[in-house]
T-cell receptor, first 114, second 114 residues
Framework: DAGITQSPRHKVTETGTPVTLRCHQT?????MYWYRQDPGHGLRLIHY???????DKGEVSDGYSVSRSKTEDFLLTLESATSSQTSVYFC?????????????FGQGTRLTVV | DQQVKQNSPSLSVQEGRISILNCDYT??????FLWYKKYPAEGPTFLIS?????DKNEDGRFTVFLNKSAKHLSLHIVPSQPGDSAVYFC?????????????FGTGTRLTVIP
């Protein structure tokens, strides 16, 4: 258990509305990530954070913004949701083991944009 | 362009037999490889990893083989058990670059038939 809680676990929203997903961690990890999982694409990185107020874009960042005002919380916001953002969203933290870094994931948020 | 590929979307195996899941990569800079297992409605969980200085890493029933010249890795599960039924993702990165540079395959759904 990586001490990661995602909320909500499920959400249905309408096209054009803003949506915020929350990731909360209890282990004081510096690095946090948001991924989306889609059939035929595996897991793709949206944004990541390397500290409070320090964030950067991932592979599929268009249409998403993030914020990290506290070490334990990493928020993902869809400013104006579109149907293409229907997906399962996973938050992750990383633990460094020597030079190697594995990502450990939360349970996911299933978002449906109608 | 998918840098990590899992060309078999699904695999069915009898309980007690060997399961072999395959993964190919295109980026010769990758030197650290991971396998994740994912059950429905849960986040991916880290299973086993291997660095490019090795060609085999074993952990109980799970063994990962790396063929650098072929840019190919495989996960062997022996013996397969019904609880192994899940989606398996392979992932690749460059050591020292962090989990924000972790690239995932599209996944293989393993079904172990009792």
């Amino acid at each position: 258990d990586a001490g990661i809680t995602q909320s909500p676990r499920h959400k249905v929203t309408e096209t054009g509305t803003p949506v915020t997903l929350r990731c909360h961690q209890t282990e004081n990890h510096r690095y946090m990530y948001w991924y989306r999982q889609d059939p035929g694409h595996g897991l793709r990185l949206i944004h990541y954070s390397y500290g409070v107020k320090d964030t950067d874009k991932g592979e599929v960042s268009d249409g998403y913004s993030v914020s990290r005002s506290k070490t334990e919380d990493f928020l993902l916001t869809l400013e104006s949701a579109t149907s293409s953002q229907t997906s399962v969203y996973f938050c992750a933290i990383s633990r460094r083991q020597g030079q190697n870094t594995e990502a450990f994931f939360g349970q996911g948020t299933r978002l449906t944009v109608v | 362009d998918q840098q990590v590929k899992q060309n078999s979307p699904s695999l069915s195996v009898q309980e007690g037999r060997i399961s072999i899941l395959n993964c190919d990569y295109t980026n010769s800079m990758f030197d650290y490889f991971l396998w994740y297992k994912k059950y429905p409605a849960e986040g991916p969980t880290f299973l086993i990893s291997i660095s490019s200085i090795k060609d085999k890493n074993e952990d109980g029933r799970f063994t990962v083989f790396l063929n650098k010249s072929a840019k190919h890795l495989s996960l062997h599960i022996v013996p397969s058990q019904p609880g192994d039924s899940a989606v398996y993702f392979c992932a690749a990165s460059v050591i020292g670059t962090g989990a924000n540079n972790l690239f995932f395959g599209t996944g293989t759904r393993l079904t172990v038939i009792p």
